[in-house]
């Protein structure tokens, strides 16, 4: 019998753990073949290869963001093939199977809930070595009738076989993210969240996942996401695992974890501040929403003083990137409410804020509660919502225009100085910042078209002109310090339009700065600059404003200085025009 598991993820870079667990447990007896693709591959294509396996069953592994597009694979495959057997599991089939047998008839069999010990038996009733009846937890047709079978017992975790060992994966590892589990189920109760609905936890075998670990280091493994609903709940085990990982860790690899923040104890913190490589450890909060009635609502327990003192002392140990979690759409959440949880919530400043929207998933709490809080939702996956009783669509598009403009200026980390004056200085709020360049960009068409890395800098100083209408002049000069520290190379091509300083101007600079190289300090003396080397690898433009050490700004005309070195990040130096006056005076 030829078996093949496939998936669609949604980019190419990412793996499917599932169908790993099941071709390991399936496996001597029914060897599978692993074929994935991504949602934006041809569905001709994906069935073509499929085609070519000659399979006689295809198991797909099915989520919100790849039930449309497999959907149409589904159906293509079973009109090029009638024979082959389509057996669908994961967490967008398990609930209202019925509703998806009814929709898709061209799928045999849907697994429900853990698919591991429920596929292999389901394979031995294909075989012909067992009864379809007696198969625990699937879902079929038969003689045109819905039948479901009880979900077995849950599986005991300790004795799995590794999901990595597969000779296929190896030459993938060292390009593609790498997803690891150490637990099942959430100790808490979230209505909008699928991992609600599993009553406990239960845990891996501690040394087994130390070896898979080990394991895809030693292979070439760049980035390994642990899938944990919540990795912090046990501290015993977050402390074992923490120092396993710092202790072994290749560098190179960056580790990831869904964490609760205000569960996370300060000596977990300190431990991690103290002893974690920088940038070995990545952390992920969801904080979704501060208001206490809606989260009251959603049964979400969470303290948000001792969340954001998490935050903020993982931020000054300055050793791990924290991306946080918004929500918007929640019960009883309205706009203004809602700018309050952005406006909180940024003020503890991540290096990424996640601004989702609510998806009513099928099994959820809310779906079922849809009516009662009004919602109006997507009737497709992802199921987003479009409004409900306290958030119009109106509002939901200004939120959306704010979460472009959120991954453009902030996520991507390009305009980290800039942003900071300006969500500070010149605008009431964050939120307000955000929203207003959203709706800004959005009326001058921007979102239809594509940008360069300039335009980004040119669209926002309009925006400060036209819309905020205030001066420009230090903003500007801090979206000149982004722009200049992310290029690599002498640059060639500047946003800001043609320089203000003459060749005579600059040449005079050179000078001074090759003859009195301490003006800029011990690590500009240490470059040992002479004409010739400064006029290749120095940068010099003019400013109003100087960036001190601890990102605090102060008026100060002058000269932004930038140094590019190969294989170096660019280095920036400021010279006060005060400073060059008092030079040129001590000269005459």
């Known amino acids: 019998m030829k078996i093949v598991l496939s998936t669609l993820n949604a980019k190419y870079i990412h793996t499917n753990i599932a169908i790993r667990y099941l071709k390991a447990y399936a496996e001597p007896e029914y060897p599978c073949t692993l074929a994935e693709f991504t949602i934006h591959d041809p569905t001709l294509s994906i069935v073509s290869e499929l085609y070519q396996h000659s399979p006689d ?225 990545r952390f992920e909060i969801g904080v979704q929403s501060t208001n206490d009635l809606t989260n009251e609502l959603v049964q979400r327990r969470q303290n948000f003083s001792k969340l954001s003192r998490t935050v903020t002392m993982v931020k000054e140990g300055g050793k791990i990137a924290q991306h946080l979690d918004l929500i918007a759409g929640l019960p009883e959440e309205d706009y203004d409410s809602f ?106 068409g921007w979102s239809r078209i594509g940008h360069q890395f300039e335009d980004l800098f040119t669209r926002l100083e309009q925006f400060l002109k036209e819309v905020l209408k205030v001066d420009t002049e230090i903003a500007r000069s801090l979206l000149k310090i982004d722009y200049l520290a992310h290029q690599k190379f002498l640059p060639r091509k500047i946003w800001w339009g043609p320089s203000t300083l003459q060749e005579e101007q600059l040449r005079e600079i050179n000078q001074f700065l090759v003859r009195s190289p301490h003006l800029l300090g011990e690590r500009f003396v240490a470059l040992g600059h002479t004409d010739r080397t400064i006029r290749k690898q120095v940068f010099i433009t003019d400013t109003a404003a100087k960036l001190e050490e601890d990102l605090t700004v102060k008026k100060d005309r002058g000269y932004l200085i930038f140094q590019y070195s190969p294989s170096q990040e660019a280095q920036y130096f400021h010279l006060s025009d005060q400073v060059l006056e008092n030079l040129k005076e001590q000269k005459h």
């Open 339 to 444: 700018r309050d949880t952005f406006n909180e919530v940024f003020a503890l400043r991540p290096e990424e804020l996640q601004l989702g929207f609510l998806k009513l998933l099928r099994g959820t709490g809310l779906r079922i509660q849809a009516e009662q809080y009004g919602y109006r939702f997507i009737d497709t996956a992802p199921y987003e919502i479009v409004s409900n009783n306290v958030l119009s669509f109106d509002d939901m598009l200004k939120i959306k225009q704010t979460e472009d403009i959120l991954e453009k200026y902030w996520n991507s980390g390009r305009f980290i100085h800039s942003m900071e004056y300006i969500v500070t200085e010149l605008v009431d709020t964050p939120f307000d910042f955000f929203q207003l360049f959203g709706a800004f960009w959005e009326n001058q």
């Open 57 to 281: 069953v295809v198991g797909f592994s099915v989520y919100i963001w790849n039930i449309e597009e497999t959907i149409k694979v589904i159906r293509l495959l079973k009109l090029t093939s009638p024979e082959t057997i389509i057996v669908c599991g994961g967490p967008e089939v398990t609930y209202d199977y019925d509703q998806w047998l009814e929709r898709v008839p061209e799928i045999d069999f849907i697994v429900i809930g853990e698919g591991e010990r429920t596929f292999k038996d389901l394979l031995e009733a294909i075989d012909g070595k067992t009864e379809l009846s007696s198969v625990q937890g699937i879902a079929y047709r038969q003689d045109e009738q819905l039948k479901i079978t009880a979900p077995g017992p849950k599986l005991d975790l300790r004795t799995l076989q590794s999901p990595f060992r597969f000779v296929e994966d190896l030459p993938h590892l060292r390009n593609r993210v790498m997803y690891i589990e150490t637990s099942r189920g959430c100790p808490f109760s979230c209505q909008f969240c699928l991992s609600s609905i599993e009553v406990g936890v239960r845990y891996f075998n501690r040394e087994a996942i130390k070896e898979d670990i080990r394991y895809l280091m030693k292979h070439g493994a760049k980035t390994i996401k642990f899938v944990d609903r919540t990795f912090n709940i046990s501290r015993s085990y977050a402390m074992e695992m923490f120092q396993f990982l710092i202790d072994e860790h290749v560098p190179g690899t960056v580790f990831q974890f869904e964490i609760t923040g205000d569960i996370m104890r300060p000596e977990v913190i300190e431990f991690l501040n103290e002893n974690a490589p920088a940038g070995l450890f």
